[in-house]
């Protein structure tokens, strides 16, 4: 211990005295201990920690399965099934997100919420912090109305410290509120209210599948078992007839992880990367500060240091190094989880993502192993040299031995290897990108506005009366100046929300239970023109097609393709069997849209009419001539002026939606093109710094070279071309390595294959070009070098 | 206390040996006070070099208080360097980094003596030096002479029975040399074994014996009073 404060005293004080060697190691530590924090901090969250429910470990995601389609939402008759026979789950809860508008009291808000069964919380764990949960008949039609709010609701809307009792209007009915939820329920999104099921099976028919189904295995977190008794119950519900539908079942944990596994899998790989490229470069820095420091240890050595003693004092110099580049590279972590957080919206369990325990133990063990892995080899290469030679008076002093030179050169050429690993990752991720982003989406998302509304069934509960809701308003948008045109449709391309309905195809059949699933859309007249969807064949809608006319369907060119490939769809009778009953005939044939990604292939998909198929919820689109955004007052005015208590709720423009929809892309793009700009720039400085010794150490042969004639140009050459040799070495190590790695990456890669030899070669290029220009600086340099006075300094 | 048998020193080049010692035979007993000198190149520094254990790669038989050094691996030679020999460089060699106190605390650290005895040691040896009112200053602080006294007061603080002293003189001027050969002398005649390297016929009278090295071959030995005379 006495031994170690020692070290520690005196490596402290000998790496302040070169504050300029200290400063870049530093901040060449904390900026990779720092990104392998942040990472961390996320792939802990997400990937490591548990759900904050109860035993999480045996919840899992219970969806529906059937020919073509993997994995698909629940209907309800499938929810009482499972409850009813499954002897796999301890339990099984329910739930379905919605919205409802609050009104009644201060001004009317649409409020996310979720329809949820009564058994749900009490299975997941969250019990109301104030109030009770909801019982089971309470989910029966006709039970009395109840809800439990959000905490986030209660602070905002409610002064009272208690609420329980009171009563609230919601989508125009009275519900009285039962209870408040804690914050941080990690499901769901953030609903502010849930109210129970209250379902029965006419209205949610076999053929819906639309809930959410949760369950808690009884035996344990076996998933092979668990999967085996849902595959026997799916079997014998299926040699029952009930179903000719399957199961299958996720764990919750890693289905709330879903897509962003890989992506974070390869960008903690990534940073790691980039720890191992600071390493390299803070060891080369030590190694060329040993040359300087022979002398010391030479002394130490001669008075009685032994090796052991003098590789353990520099090795605290390494640590006092690595410890302070963790606690800065801790500052620049917490301000990039800040960073993550607001750029990364979209990633689940983000309001979870945080600096702690977990996190603070991680980077002290990274900041120990880094002081350990870029110390020990100059620790043991300085603790080895001649130290006699190094105490002869006139010995000398600053040399690098050849084994020193041979190491530092290694691991500048691993440097330039692991670069370019990093820089074609994130070339692939940035082609990728472009070609998201080229991708056809369909329709035009320029200047155009979106608002929801949803009209409260008290108040709208016929048909015609949302019908004329929407009639209204859009005679008076379209009024309005600067207003191209407006249309209403019930799910916005691209706003997260999509369902499908069985579809029947007249003089087709398919058994009940496996009808060929289409997306469904009410749209208005205007719908394809104001989002500048192409018309492919015959006609789109008009305002003549109305409830009393012949009822017609326009289908998008992938439902033309998969069914009506030898046959003009125009004339055709479709049946979709939710929100429309009785025969629609297909009028027209539209351009595939990019519905739920631009990434995402685009689905077959019916439009129909929403005058003919009324609907209280709908998202109203405006095409503005100038900037949409400077509508919204205008637009919002005229849905008062319909209904001055109807809402308005989650305005954006579509090109919000298209920058959102990419936005985890984007994400991942932007941190591995950042980290490997990192690694590129640390790997600049590793070439730097090498040759800049080089040349130190060859003055003399350089003032030699030019006694005897050589030119400055050659002197150049000379330097860079020993900097090149090295580069080039990298760049081959590098793609021996490169090639077989990105084809980890081909899960997050659009368009673009993992081996793309024009990003290959981009990046060679590039990372060729930046090192050379690391080269000609100590070059420039040796070639001024004054040939006399480089030989008398000898 | 010192037995070199044919031992040599050479470096192998493109073009065969280059030899720095050849056939060295050397005894050295208990206080003496022997003086090694030669031309530039002779070897001297590199003899003294292998009797304090810091150069290991040479041919031949050592033994040093009884123990065959060359059967030593290098751990064990460093052992037997910690506990019995002392230095003095030319330069003194002191640790800019380190002040007086810390310059003379690390040999004791190094031989692992506790916190509280090192104290006490440290304070000692500043007492004995008179140069306690120097300890919390570092060397870039302090004169040649001040910095050779505080390298002389580092090489005894473990109180070796051998110093090693290689041209311990050679930056002072001449009465800082003469005090630190007078020091040398009174250690001598405490019982401490000195062998240094000088090109100083007048440092070399304090000793008590002479050998010369010439092209790495030793001299027949001289008393000190001959080489005065020599001289």
């Known amino acids: 211990m006495d031994h170690l404060i020692q070290d520690l005293r005196y490596g402290t004080r000998t790496l302040l005295k070169s504050p300029g060697f200290t400063a870049v190691a530093v901040l060449t530590l904390a900026l990779g201990i720092g990104a392998n924090t942040a990472i961390f901090s996320v792939v802990d969250t997400l990937l490591l920690r548990p759900l904050p429910l109860k035993d999480p470990g045996r919840l899992v995601l ?25 002897k796999t789950f301890e339990a099984l809860g329910a739930f379905f997100t919605t919205t409802f508008s609050l009104t009644g009291k201060g001004e009317p808000e649409e409020l996310p919420a979720l329809r949820i069964s ?38 905002r809307r409610f002064n009272s410290p208690s609420v329980l009792g009171t009563p609230i209007t919601l989508a125009g009915e009275p519900y009285t509120v039962v209870g408040v939820m804690p914050p941080g329920i990690a499901f769901g999104g953030h609903p502010d209210v849930y109210i129970p099921f209250r379902l029965d099976e006419k209205r949610a028919p076999r053929g819906l599948h639309f809930m959410t189904v949760l369950g808690r295995l009884r035996s344990g977190p076996d998933m092979t078992r668990a999967r085996a008794e849902v595959e026997s119950m799916a079997a014998r519900l299926r040699a029952e007839a009930v179903t000719r539908h399957g199961i299958v079942i996720t764990p919750l944990q890693e289905q709330m992880v879903g897509d962003t596994r890989p992506a974070l899998l390869v960008l903690f790989g990534a940073v790691g990367l980039v720890l191992l490229i600071a390493c390299a470069n803070v060891a080369n820095l030590l190694l060329a500060r040993a040359a300087s420091r022979q002398k010391e240890i030479a002394i130490r050595r001669a008075v009685g240091a032994s090796r052991s003693r003098l590789i353990r004092q520099l090795l605290t110099e390494s640590l006092v190094l690595s410890l302070v580049g963790g606690g800065l590279g801790l500052l620049l972590a917490w301000w990039g989880v800040d960073l993550l957080v607001s750029a990364g919206a979209r990633l689940p369990r983000i309001e979870e993502i945080r600096i702690d325990g977990t996190v603070l133990a991680f980077t002290a063990g990274v900041a120990l192993l880094t002081g350990l892995l870029f110390g020990l080899a100059p620790a043991l290469q300085a603790s080895s040299a001649d130290f006699h030679e190094s105490l002869k008076e006139g010995g000398r002093q600053t040399g690098l031995g050849s084994g020193r030179q041979r190491l530092r050169s290694l691991l500048v050429v691993s440097e330039v290897a692991l670069s ?58 379209n009024r309005l100046p600067g207003v191209k045109g407006a249309a209403v449709v019930s799910h916005l391309p691209l706003g997260g929300n999509n369902t499908n309905s069985g579809l029947l195809i007249e003089g087709r059949t398919w058994p009940r239970d496996e009808l060929p699933l289409a997306d469904d859309r009410l749209v208005s007249a205007d719908y394809f023109r104001v989002l500048g969807i192409h018309l492919v064949r015959g006609r789109t809608f008009t305002p003549r097609d109305v409830e009393s006319s012949l009822h017609v369907a326009v289908i998008n060119e992938s439902l033309a393709r998969r069914f009506f490939s030898h046959t003009d769809p125009i004339g055709k009778r479709i049946d979709m069997q939710w929100k429309t009953s009785g025969w629609q005939e297909i009028v027209g044939v539209v351009g595939d849209i990019k519905h739920d990604g631009l990434d995402l292939p685009s689905e077959p998909a019916v439009y129909v009419p929403y005058l003919q198929t009324p609907d209280s919820g709908m998202t109203l689109v405006v095409r503005a001539t100038g900037d949409s955004l400077g509508l919204v007052g205008a637009v919002r005015a005229q849905v008062y002026g319909v209904d001055r208590n109807q809402p308005v709720s989650r305005v954006r423009t579509m090109e919000e939606l298209v920058a959102e ?8 793009m932007s941190l591995l093109s950042g980290f490997a700009s990192l690694a590129l720039f640390l790997a600049a400085v590793g070439i730097y710094g090498v040759m800049s010794t080089s040349v130190a150490q060859r003055t003399h042969e350089i003032g030699v070279r030019m006694a005897l004639g050589a030119r400055r140009a050659d002197v150049i050459r000379l330097v860079v071309g020993q900097g090149a040799k090295l580069t080039l070495a990298g760049l081959g190590l590098g793609l021996a390595v490169a090639l077989p790695l990105t084809r980890l990456l081909s899960v997050l890669l659009f368009g673009v294959s993992a081996t793309d030899p024009l990003t290959f070669c981009g990046v060679s290029f590039l990372l060729t070009v930046v090192a050379l220009l690391a080269c000609y600086l100590p070059a420039r340099r040796a070639s001024r070098v004054d040939p006399m006075a480089a030989i008398r300094c000898e | 206390m010192i037995q070199l048998r044919n031992v040599e020193r050479f470096f192998e080049s493109g073009a065969g040996r280059t030899y720095v010692l050849r056939r ?78 810390e310059n003379l605390e690390l040999p004791l650290s190094y031989k692992n003596v506790k916190g509280s005895d090192r104290a006490s040691l440290v304070c000692d040896a500043l007492d004995r030096f008179g140069i306690v009112g120097k300890k919390d200053l570092y060397p870039s602080q302090l004169s040649g002479g001040q910095q050779q006294l505080v390298a002389v007061a580092r090489a005894l603080i473990i109180n070796p029975p051998l110093i090693l002293a290689d041209e311990p003189t050679g930056n002072l001027h001449s009465s800082q040399g003469q005090e630190i050969m007078e020091l040398f002398k009174k250690l001598n005649e405490g019982g401490t074994t ?18 010369r090295l010439l092209d790495g071959w030793i001299q027949p030995e001289t008393r000190p009073q001959e080489a005065a005379r020599k001289g």
């Open chain 2, 24 to 101: 060295v035979n050397l005894d050295v007993r208990e206080r003496d006070f022997l003086t090694i000198m030669g031309p530039s190149g002779a070897g001297k520094s590199t003899l003294l070099a292998i009797l304090g254990m810091l150069d290991g790669s040479w041919s031949g038989e050592f033994e040093f208080l009884g123990r065959p050094v060359h059967a030593l691996n290098r751990k064990e030679r460093a052992e037997l360097n910690k506990k019995h020999v002392g230095f003095v460089f030319q330069s003194y060699h002191l640790l800019d980094n380190l002040t007086v106190y």
């Open chain 1, 62 to 86: 219970v969806r529906d399965t059937q020919p073509g389609v993997d994995s698909a939402p629940a209907s309800y008759p499938e929810y009482l099934d499972w409850k009813e026979r499954s």
């Open chain 1, 661 to 668: 929809s990419v936005g985890p892309r984007r994400l991942s």
């Open chain 2, 194 to 211: 000195i062998i240094q390297v000088t090109h100083s016929e007048a440092n070399a009278a304090y000793g008590n014996r002479i050998i």
């Open chain 1, 420 to 477: 370019l690993v990093l820089l074609i990752g994130a070339g692939l991720l940035i082609r990728s990108f472009v070609r998201v982003l080229d991708n056809d989406m369909g329709f035009d998302p320029s200047r155009v506005l979106a608002l929801d509304l949803s009209l409260p069934l008290s108040s709208y509960g016929e048909p015609e009366k949302q019908a004329a809701f929407f009639k209204e308003l859009l005679a008076r948008v």
């Open chain 1, 118 to 155: 009564a058994g749900l919380f009490p299975m997941l764990g969250p019990s109301p912090a104030q109030g009770r949960g909801f019982r089971p008949e309470e989910e029966k039609p006709g039970a009395e109305r109840v809800a439990l709010i959000s905490h986030a609701l209660w602070q």
